[in-house]
């Protein structure tokens, strides 16, 4: 399953919000955007908790902000959120390989 397959799953169940099958990246982030704009207008927070469950580093959000000040705030968000599932995705590829050649007794 390729890695933008496992990150519109992972959103989907997170934060809710149906993803077409044939949808880019860049259709990723505007359907995220869009739900954010409607949540900093109607419900921050969610937003906030939503955030804090899927661990946006709160230091990057800052610096984010700070550094594209001017720029739209939700797509910003979209951007991390994005980020921050393909890091899940990679440390779990990347850690999750286990080695089949340890003894039972040697396993934990």
Do not use: C
Not at 46 to 60: G, P
Not at 70 to 86: K, N, P, Y
């Amino acid at each position: 399953m390729s890695e933008l397959i496992k990150v519109e799953k992972m959103i989907a169940d997170d934060i809710g919000v149906a993803i077409p099958n044939s949808a880019s990246l860049d259709d990723l982030k505007v359907i995220l955007a869009s739900k954010f704009n409607e949540l900093i207008n109607s419900d921050f927070n969610h937003l906030v908790q939503l955030l804090y469950r899927i661990d946006v580093s709160e230091t990057k959000l800052k610096q984010a902000l700070e550094q594209n000040e001017g720029r739209d705030t939700a797509g910003l968000l979209a951007d991390l959120v994005i980020e921050r599932q393909l890091e899940k995705i990679r440390s779990r590829q990347q850690y999750g390989k286990r080695d089949e050649n340890i003894s039972d007794d040697e396993k934990w």
